[in-house]
């Protein structure tokens, strides 16, 4: 695919990107390994404009709230805060919302779970107000998040490579890959609103289980290797995504 060469100047302005990464928060142990990740990932992408966010839900649980809650809310919130001190203020976000009540599941959830929230997340970062939305950034500037084009999202055990943020926005920044719309708006007849990487494992991972070793070679090949041409791809020019990628903000949530 063709892409832009961003590598001298940096990101420009009408192409700020945010990175979320969605989990769960379970244990005090796992918040910080996440803000750790978090960081990491900042320190191969530095450029200025680029913005790095959590996007947290409590675990399914029998009722609303639970004891230990606002711990893990807290834990989070300062860890989010330690990063803009030590990194500069207005570079890590997060987002978090409340359990709601799931008929299906007779448990009491975050809504439509990490689909949800991403939708949640783009609704926010184009301004629309709702109850639901109140309170939604939990840490971070939102003055920063003016602007946002692109949200690159993560697994929580994905790393990002050195500036491979940026070679993401190169790549859907290039006009010949911008999204062209049909007439009445609803689909998209040439270009990308979305697009994902090549994944696969690292070189620990690929041992780590049975299942690693079985479907991982020694050097890290994973199956998600098939994203990159299969079958169905090659027919009708679409793939299934692998939750790993990129998208542009305003055209993904109009679709």
Known sequence: ???????????????????????????????????????IRYLGNTDGNLRFSLLTDFADAPRESMPEDPEYIDIVARGIEELNRRHGAGR????????????????WIGWERKRGKLEQLNRFL????????????????????????????????????????RRLVETLAHPLNQARLSPDGRRVIRGYTIIQPSVSASLPSARATWFSRIFADPRGIDPYTHAVSDVYQDLVGEGSYHGKGIYELHTFHRL
């Open 1 to 39: 695919m063709p892409k832009m060469s961003f590598k001298k100047e940096g990101i420009p302005d009408d192409c700020r990107t945010l990175v979320v990464v969605p989990l769960l928060l379970t244990t005090p142990d796992a918040i910080q390994n996440e803000l750790n990740r978090l960081e």
């Open 92 to 107: 890590f976000f997060l987002f978090h919302r409340g359990r709601s009540w799931s008929e299906s599941e007779q448990r």
């Open 126 to 165: 184009i301004g629309e107000s709702a109850p639901e939305l109140e309170g939604f950034l939990c840490a971070g500037d939102r003055a920063q998040l003016e602007g946002i084009r692109f949200v690159i999202t993560l697994d929580a055990d994905t790393q990002l490579l050195r500036d491979t943020a």
